[in-house]
Structure formats: C-alpha cells, structure tokens
C-alpha cells in the first residue's frame, strides 16, 4: 500500500496528535522545571553575592541578593517556558518523520515504543545541559546586574568555564577582561542557544 510521504494524512496526524499530547510536557511538569531552575539559580545568585559581591563592603550584600534573586526568578520562568517549547517543538519533528517513514511498516505500539526510547534518550544528555545553563545564566544575569552596582576599579571579569568548542565562545573563554572591557561581554553571554558560558566576576586584589 503506498502512502504519500510528502505530509501527514488524516489519519497519520491523528497518531502524530496522539503521540505529542502523551510525551510532551505537562503543566506540571514545566512547573516542577519552574521550582528546580529556581533553586539552582537562587544557590547560584546567594553564592555569587556572599563570595563576590560580599567583597565590597560599600554594598548591601542582603539587599542586593534579593534583587538579583528576583531578577533571577523572572528569569527562571522565562527559560522554563523555552525549554518547553522547545521539547515540544522537537518531538513534534521527530514523530512528525517517524510516522512518514513508517506508515504501514509499524504498529501504533511500536510507534509508541520508538518516541519513548527517543524521549529516554534525550533525556539522558538533556538534564545535564540544562543544569549548565541554568546555573551559567544566573551567573551571567547577576554578573550583569552587578557590574551595575560596583566601581569599575574594585573587579574584574573571567568568562568561565575556559575552554570551548562555539568558535564565538573560544574567543573568550578564560580570558580575564577589566571592568571596561567587561561591559560590552554583558551583551555577548549567552552567546548562542544552549550556552554555558558566563562572566565570573573576581575582585581585585
């Protein structure tokens, strides 16, 4: 029997329907996303104003702490938004293939049984890179927001972690940059999607 492999049918879009809606991400789960960015972010913000901004005592390392976690609670919601999205988007194609290929070749189960090793699959690098990138932008947003608040001759600026495999991120990793020089790599971090590049900031000795 042939099939038309050139889009979805009916019936193909009925199992793509199905397929999607059982494997993407629930309400629930992108808030259980929400809660564990937010933890990550807010160990992240916590370490980097008591161990860095707690440097200068000319700063209200408490106040400034709350702001830069909020800063970074805002933050978290967006990404977690993103990263659903983009889950979305990407089961999406991988079914949308899986069942033009396989029409007539499969059986719904085995479908089934196809997008779940995918979903473990992913999952097994994904978490981890997350995790990175999680923790790398609060550190750059609060980087950000705290060059802001500091006199440009008390720090200066690492972009950890130091090496690279981005041709753009190469350029700076584990460079150490003044606090003029810093200010345009405000703009440059994250420099693609998926980075784990950030702006450490180290005081001045």
Known sequence: MNHDLSAPNTEQQALIDALVAAFAMSDAMTAALVTAIQNAIYAAAESYGYEH???????????????????????????????????????????????????????????????????????????????????????????????????????????????????????YAGNVYSAEDAADLVDVFPAHVNCVHYLMMLPVS
């Open 53 to 171: 901004i707690g440097a200068f005592p000319q700063i209200d390392v408490t106040e400034l702490a709350r702001a830069v976690q909020h800063r970074m609670r805002q933050q978290s919601v967006t990404q977690a938004r993103s990263v659903q999205n983009t889950y979305r988007t990407d089961i999406e194609r991988f079914i949308i293939a899986l069942v033009l290929a396989q029409w007539g070749k499969r059986t719904r189960r085995q479908f089934y049984e196809d997008v779940e090793r995918w979903a473990r699959s992913r999952s097994q690098w994904k978490s981890a890179q997350l995790a990175l990138v999680a923790v790398g932008g609060a550190l750059a947003a609060a980087a950000a927001w705290v060059t802001q608040q500091l006199p440009a001759d008390t720090y200066q600026v690492q972009v950890e972690p130091p090496t690279a495999r981005c041709p753009v991120c190469a350029e």
